[in-house]
């Protein structure tokens, strides 16, 4: 599918949770007893950003297994942009809801398997926590105006994270080469000894599905996995309510052939 389409159907998913979100928002308001309307906002767009799981759940189990992406970006990211606004009472409400593919991404070990890495502030990948909630600052977590900031260009879960924040033996580094920006392809065939990817960037421009698995593994016995199909993406979701707003930053990882969230962190 190509990114236009892909944005497409992404939009439709925005304002599938807009629309859903604005009766939450409404009970809201007769039932959520708060100091201010600055609270009593801030409660209902977390109901809203909680109303964004179903419909990203249901767009990932549709469509995640055939995304493609233009090979000169600087982050796996797919960006949508509202396009229709609901006003509530005078309020503006708009939900915005961006993608960014983990495997798509410096896997957390690039270090190790001799990738040179993007960005020099990696300190959060020593979390004693999976994820950017151990060291992340805010401005680890990429937005669509900087999607290449440390979030949107280095994985936290690929590979998969245990719980004191070390690689589990079991799952080693992935790179899906339909997603991933060329620097990093051209950076792991550089290292393995794979050859030209030429062929893949074209087929890519041309918004072509690359098929491919395959395990490589060096003379040093460092590994990496050629993948076509993500199973871990992370979403950064924003929220407005007026002139207020609300983010949260959440993965969300294909297991046993279902999506479901496996973290949350509230970024605002």
């Known amino acids: ?51 964004s799981d179903a419909p990203i759940r249901s767009w990932l189990q549709e469509h995640a297994g055939s995304i493609v992406l233009p090979p000169e970006i600087d982050a796996p990211c797919i960006l949508v942009s509202q396009s229709s606004n609901m006003i509530m009472n005078g309020d503006e409400v708009r939900i915005q809801i961006t993608a960014w593919d983990q495997l798509g991404m410096y896997p957390r070990n690039a270090i190790a398997l001799g990738l040179p890495m993007p960005v020099e502030d990696v300190a959060w990948m020593d979390s004693d ?66 050859g030209d990817p030429g062929w893949i960037f074209q087929r890519r421009v041309a918004g072509e599905f690359v098929a491919m698995t395959q395990q490589i593994e060096g003379a040093d016995r460092a590994a990496i996995s050629l993948v076509s199909v993500s199973r871990v993406w992370s979403f950064r979701i924003d929220a407005w309510f007026g002139t207020i707003r609300r983010s949260c930053w959440c993965i969300y990882a294909n297991q046993g052939g279902n999506w479901r969230m496996v973290q949350r962190l509230a970024i605002d």
């Open 1 to 51: 599918m190509k990114p236009r389409g892909v944005a497409m159907l992404l939009v439709l998913v925005v304002l599938t949770v807009v629309v859903s979100a604005v009766s939450i928002i409404a009970r809201a308001r007769t039932t959520v007893v708060l100091t201010g309307s600055h609270m009593v906002h801030r409660a209902q767009l977390g109901q809203l950003l909680e109303a």
């Open 129 to 194: 926590l999976p994820g950017l909630d151990g060291h992340g600052a805010r401005a680890d977590f990429p937005t669509s105006d900087n999607p290449a900031s440390v979030g949107g260009v280095t994985a936290t879960h690929n590979p998969w994270p245990t719980r004191s924040g070390t690689t589990r033996a079991r799952g080693g580094a992935q790179i899906n080469i339909n997603t991933a920006p060329k620097e990093l392809v051209e950076r792991v065939f550089d290292r393995f000894g794979l």
